[in-house]
Nanobody, 116 residues
Framework: QLQLVESGGGLVQAGGSLRLSCTAS????????ARWYRQAPGKQRDLVAI???????NYADSVKGRFTISRDNAKNTVYLQMTNLQPEDTAVYYC??????????WGQGTQVTVSS
């Protein structure tokens, strides 16, 4: 059973930065890519960023130019570097991966709170 463990969330002032990490219990990101989602209170879970097996990336319009997804294959870890954070970025952030059998895996979530 694949496990994803996230870290790096916290409280930051508007304009600040945070880096989230998601470490997998086995090789998965280099084979099948990864995604970061976020869910604000009372709202649906939205896709924030994608990194493909080949290293290609894509972002939600709301975070383009501010967030960067990256990967360290040797550490089985995916990162989400977040800069110029705004109060509307406040949410629980989740790491997601899918294996070759199309099984979906989620991390436990990490809270990001941005104060104005």
């Amino acid at each position: 059973q694949l496990q994803l463990v996230e870290s790096g969330g916290g409280l930051v002032q508007a304009g600040g930065s945070l880096r989230l990490s998601c470490t997998a219990s086995r090789i998965i990101f280099s084979l099948n890519g990864a995604r970061w989602y976020r869910q604000a209170p009372g709202k649906q879970r939205d896709l924030v960023a994608i990194i493909t097996p080949g290293g290609g990336t894509n972002y939600a319009d709301s975070v383009k130019g501010r967030f960067t997804i990256s990967r360290d294959n040797a550490k089985n870890t995916v990162y989400l570097q977040m800069t110029n954070l705004q109060p509307e970025d406040t949410a629980v952030y989740y790491c997601n991966a899918q294996d070759i059998g199309l099984n979906m895996y989620w991390g436990q979530g990490t809270q990001v709170t941005v104060s104005s």
